[in-house]
Nanobody, 129 residues
């Protein structure tokens, strides 16, 4: 059992930066470093979309085309944490951002929200013009 808590959301202007954090508490079972970690986002009235993911060891990352070159995912297994650095934010980045843990890591699984095992409660990011 993995409990995930996001933080760092807020209201910013277009062009600003924001850093989201997600801290995992391991209630039982596998430790944090057994999981690949992903970030997804969901805007009002839309589906939950893949943003980025990172392998358990932090050596392999994947990004949605819409955020490549602007967003960076990283993790610190010693702190049971994963981060999302968001630069050059745009109004279309406005959404609730969720971190999630993935036990069975693969290129396809990373982009599929249905494959993730645990989810955080979400953090609101609002980008104004």
């Amino acid at each position: 059992q993995l409990d995930l808590v996001e933080s760092g959301g807020g209201l910013v202007q277009a062009g600003d930066s924001l850093r989201l954090s997600c801290v995992a508490s391991v209630a039982s079972g596998r430790t944090f470093d057994h999981y690949a970690m992903g970030w997804f986002r969901q805007a009002p009235g839309k589906e939950r979309d893949f943003v980025t993911a990172i392998s358990w060891g932090g050596l392999s990352m994947a990004y949605a085309d819409s955020v490549k070159g602007r967003f960076t995912i990283s993790r610190d297994n010693a702190k049971n944490s994963v981060y999302l650095q968001m630069n050059m934010l745009k109004p279309e980045d406005t959404a609730v951002y969720y971190c999630a843990a993935l036990l069975v890591d693969s290129d396809s699984n990373r982009r599929d929200p249905g494959k993730y095992n645990y989810w955080g409660q979400g953090a609101q990011v609002t980008v104004s013009t």
